[in-house]
Structures are given as structure tokens and as C-alpha cells.
């Protein structure tokens, strides 16, 4: 059974940093594309972070120069680095696995940023 498990989110404030874990059971991650998205309440989902299976990681624009996707392979893991949190960032963030028809997301784990 495929599953996605994501670690790391909590209460943080404004400045501060968090690195987000998504770990993957019967699936190797690097082997497919990954993606990470958030949902704000009262917000649609969005992507903001993709790492294909080769070539550059794409952001969205607000989040560019603050957040860092990257894969561990020893891990079968894919990481996100979140510095320099504003309290917009706060959401819930779900990482997400592009198979090849279908998709597998994880539960999702939540970071607030707040003084």
C-alpha cells in the first residue's frame, strides 16, 4: 500500500524557519515527480513547490527565494526547507505524488506563524 506521510509542521514565528517531511512508503520517491501544496482557510489549494525526477524544482512566485523542495534518497523522503515564515504561509501543507494517471497525497501537517 502506497502512503505519504507528512512531519514537521508546528507554531512558528514570523522570521522564523521550519523544514516539512514527506515520507514515502511502496513507493520510491525519486522516481516520480513530487509536489507540495498548501490550503489556507477559506483558501482553493495551491502548488508551490514541484521537484521533477530530473532537472530544476519550480516555486511559486511567493514563496521563491524562501523555500527550498529537495529529495532525500537514503531517507525516501522529499524535504521542504521553509525560512523566513510570514504569517501568510500559515496552512496546512500536503505533499503530493504525480504518478502516471493518477496521485497520492498525503494527510497533510500544519504550520502556523504567529508572534
Known amino acids: 500500500q502506497v502512503q505519504l506521510v507528512e512531519s514537521g509542521g508546528g507554531l512558528v514565528q514570523p522570521g522564523g524557519s521550519l523544514r516539512l517531511s514527506c515520507e514515502a512508503s511502496?513507493?520510491?520517491?525519486?522516481?516520480?515527480?513530487m509536489r507540495w501544496y498548501r490550503q489556507a482557510p477559506e483558501k482553493e489549494r495551491e502548488l508551490i513547490a514541484a521537484?521533477?525526477?530530473?532537472?530544476?524544482?519550480n516555486y511559486v512566485d511567493s514563496v521563491k527565494g524562501r523555500f527550498t523542495i529537495s529529495r532525500d534518497d537514503a531517507k525516501n523522503t522529499v524535504d521542504l526547507q521553509m525560512n523566513d515564515l510570514k504569517p501568510e504561509d500559515t496552512a496546512v501543507y500536503y505533499c503530493?505524488?504525480?504518478?502516471?494517471?493518477?496521485?497520492?497525497w498525503g494527510r497533510g501537517t500544519q504550520v502556523t506563524v504567529s508572534s
Open positions: 521537484i521533477p525526477t530530473g532537472g530544476t524544482p
Open positions: 511502496g513507493r520510491r520517491v525519486s522516481m516520480y515527480p
Open positions: 503530493m505524488l504525480l504518478g502516471r494517471g493518477y496521485e497520492i
